[in-house]
């Protein structure tokens, strides 16, 4: 619901922000983010999770190999 309300008033031109927000600006420009925007950081994001599972992986082969190698040495 909260979502929909923000949509409904984004699409207004309308920028709600906590009482807490300052910032220097002219107040032309949204600082909510766009459709486009957010579907390149939720990408940018599930490409760093991605790279880190890969390179966790990776080492544990890494591991395992080494010990298979200990292994045949004795």
Not at 18 to 47: C, E, W
Request: net charge positive; glycine share 2%.
């Amino acid at each position: 619901m909260h979502k929909n309300i923000l949509d409904k008033f984004d699409a207004a031109g309308v920028e709600i922000m906590s009482p807490h927000y300052y910032a220097l600006r002219d107040g032309n420009a949204s600082t909510v983010p766009n459709v486009r925007q957010i579907a390149l950081m939720y990408r940018r994001y599930f490409a760093s999770v991605m790279c880190r599972a890969e390179m966790q992986q990776n080492n544990q082969q890494h591991v395992l190999y080494e010990a298979i190698a200990k292994l045949a040495e004795s």
